[in-house]
């Protein structure tokens, strides 16, 4: 059954950032006293809040020496400013829904500003201007169901309408805690595609193959 609303992660589903993002987080975490290796970092924290990660380090005992979300976004430019990729074929994904005429919007563990920072380099801000929506509009981000259905309602679709293209084991799980379907992305090589899996997503791993998974052809 075709949705009536796509609802995409951004990071790793639309905009490649991952890798810059895990690189820069696996260091500073490490300077900290806190060793983790960039695979780790993959594994425990993609798509979370730094709010989150923070908590969950904090809550083992250790503590950072200064506040992670802060850093983190005053330190987007020297994160990203190398610039980011789109994802592979996520453009086609966009055609293929505006061509069947059904409405998409982004709903994404990060703050409006990197979204508009990552979005805007690779040039598909036009695409996602207008349907943004942040964990920071909601009491809990993701692996709660909040995000994924304040984005429904303000768009004005049923759950159970809805689905959710996502490429972390914690988005999946708000996904499907949401009431909708969830497609998991695991085109990327460090993608935990079991926990993925384990967590109800609908697994597949080139955008091209979207469009047919979500009936529109």
Partial sequence: MRPSLVIFDCDGVIVDTERAANNVLCRWLT???YP???EDCRKRFAGRSMTS?????????????FHLMDRWY?????IFGAGVEPVPHIEFVVEELRGAGIPWCVASSAKL??????LGTTGLIEHFRDVLFSATMVPRGKPFP??????????????ENCVVIEDSVWGTQAGIAAGMRVFSYHGDPHSDREGLAAAGGILFDDMRELPRLLGLS
């Fill in 146 to 159: 909040d995000l994924f259905l304040h984005a429904a309602r303000e768009m004005g679709h049923a759950p």
């Fill in 53 to 65: 990660v923070q908590a969950e380090i904090e809550a083992e005992g250790h503590s950072l020496g």
């Fill in 31 to 33: 300077e900290a006293g």
């Fill in 113 to 118: 500003d990197k979204m508009h920072l990552t």
């Fill in 74 to 78: 005053s330190s987007l430019d020297e």
């Fill in 36 to 38: 983790v290796t960039y």
